[in-house]
């Protein structure tokens, strides 16, 4: 049995019409830190895919407290200031049990900036903390449209809360994204691994 939405077979006899997207990931690139003032991914977004994801893999920050953050920007340009609106909140639970909490961080969130945009937050510089998560865009190509993104973190604050933080927003352009850049807010991102997914 086939299965038909607006006169266009999607499902037939068990398999996806050709055109239908399954989305399997295609690993484009992986960058390692090291001591790294930023960590640049200037090729990969292209008209090729749709969507993008960035995986966060142990990244270490090197100062207690820092924040790890982002920004995109346009052509050839090496500024990484485009405007965005975001918004973010997170929840965290502390190793002792004794406190909990779930808020919007309004310091944290942009409305038309041109900043880093924070993704992990006061993050713990002990040998054993980071941040694992994603971040995901969406059609960052497009020369229409402006360029959604969500992501999520877990992270050890350096005050030993376990923090799970959500993000999403947009850049606020129809110029066509080609680069990202990751850092941490003060001193260097000292470890860990970023790696960059085509979603087909």
Do not use: W
């Not at 485009?82 to 929840?91: C, D, R």
């Not at 995901?136 to 020369?143: L, N, R, V």
């Not at 947009?170 to 470890?191: E, M, P, Q």
């Amino acid at each position: 049995m086939g299965v038909i939405s607006n006169g266009t077979t999607l499902l037939d006899a068990g398999a996806l019409d050709s055109g239908i997207a399954t989305g399997n990931m295609t690993l484009l690139s992986t960058a390692t830190a090291s001591s790294s003032a930023t960590i640049d991914f200037t090729s990969g977004l292209t008209s090729t895919y749709k969507e993008y994801i960035f995986k966060f893999i142990d990244i270490h920050l090197a100062t207690d407290g820092a924040e790890f953050e982002f920004q995109a920007d346009i052509g050839t340009d090496t500024n990484y200031n485009v405007t965005l609106t975001s918004s973010y909140f997170l929840a965290e639970h502390n190793e002792a049990d004794s406190s909990t909490g779930f808020s919007f961080q309004a310091a944290r969130d942009q409305a038309q900036g041109t900043a880093f945009q924070h993704f992990g937050v006061d993050v713990g510089a002990d040998n054993d903390h980071c941040i694992a998560g994603f971040l995901h865009f969406y059609d960052p190509a497009s020369t229409t449209k402006v360029k959604h993104f969500i992501g999520v973190m877990q992270q050890a604050h350096q005050n030993d809360l376990s923090l799970v933080g959500h993000l999403g927003g947009y850049f606020n352009t129809t110029t066509a994204l080609t680069r990202v850049r990751f850092k941490a807010s003060s001193g260097n991102v000292d470890a860990g691994t970023i790696k960059l997914y085509g979603i087909t």
